[in-house]
């Protein structure tokens, strides 16, 4: 287990190399969960993350993982088909997951037959009956859902998942899945994970290429004269967060 709280930073001189790491990164916490639970349980957001996770579905990842016991979940979705070119899931298993040796069971994409309301039930619903099944961890700390790793992008706004600066989700602390009709950026139904099941975490890494998210950047880890916390500066995981940046997203620090 990461040491608690523990902070690490790494800036990388090109996509290509953050990507490398990337994939280096969570093949060893695969490694270790599977030892350690029988299970990884991995969360991916949507974004250009999918991207930086190019490296996995190549030699040697593609044949050292062992993806049969992966569970994949995602900490926010938009509420529309899973075909649809919007969609969290469409753009995972396109990149991703339709190129990895998964079982089609592990991947816990949302039900998007229902509405934004139900959809989040109906998910939190499902990791309700895989905390039971000990395929998801739970926290003693918090009495949330305790992921192995989370794999988080972050929009030039600072937003991370579908929590958005000054929307009131950021402070729901009761719910695991909550929902938003009125989202800035389009489309505007999504449902999200909560903060306190993004912060009950073992692992973190919060990956940020581009130089549009410098500022976001800058008010989580340097010295901003900006006094609001945007979402991004609230994640602070149970176990380890760890930052993957280009020299372009950490030219402000
Ligand atoms: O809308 C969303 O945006 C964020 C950030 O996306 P990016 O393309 O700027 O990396 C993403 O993390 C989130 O999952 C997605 O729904």
């Known amino acids: 287990m990461a040491t608690k709280g523990e902070v690490k930073k790494e800036v990388f001189e090109s996509a290509e190399d953050l990507a490398v790491a ?7 916490l695969s490694d270790k969960f599977c030892k350690e639970r029988g299970a990884f349980s991995v969360v991916l957001s949507g974004g250009s993350l999918i991207n930086s996770l190019r490296k ?6 593609i044949d050292s993982i062992e993806w049969s016991k992966w569970h994949i979940f995602w900490a926010d979705e938009r509420v529309v088909p899973k075909d649809h070119e919007d969609s969290n899931y469409k ?8 190129k990895v040796p998964l079982l089609p069971g592990n991947v816990y994409s949302i039900n998007d037959a229902l509405s934004a309301e139900g959809a989040a039930e109906d998910y939190e619903t499902c990791l309700r009956h895989l905390v039971k099944s000990n395929v998801v961890d739970i926290s003693a700390a ?4 305790k992921f192995d790793l989370q794999l988080l992008g972050m929009g030039p706004d600072g937003h991370v998942a579908s929590l958005f600066p000054g ?3 950021v402070k729901e602390n009761e719910k695991w899945v909550t929902f938003i009709k009125d989202s800035p950026k389009p489309p505007p139904e999504r449902i999200t994970f909560t903060f306190p099941v993004i912060n009950s975490s073992a692992y973190i890494a919060l990956v940020v290429n581009g130089a549009n998210k410098a500022g976001a950047v800058q008010n989580a880890l340097g010295n ?3 006094s609001e916390k945007l979402p991004v500066a609230m994640v602070s995981p149970e176990g380890e967060l760890a930052w993957f940046l280009d020299t372009a997203a950490a030219s402000k620090l």
């Open 22 to 28: 990337l994939a280096k990164y969570t093949a060893q």
């Open 56 to 61: 996995l579905v190549e030699p040697p990842y």
């Open 91 to 98: 753009l995972a298993y396109d990149g991703f997951l339709s």
């Open 142 to 145: 918090s009495g949330f859902p």
């Open 167 to 169: 929307h009131p989700l």
């Open 224 to 226: 901003s004269q900006n």
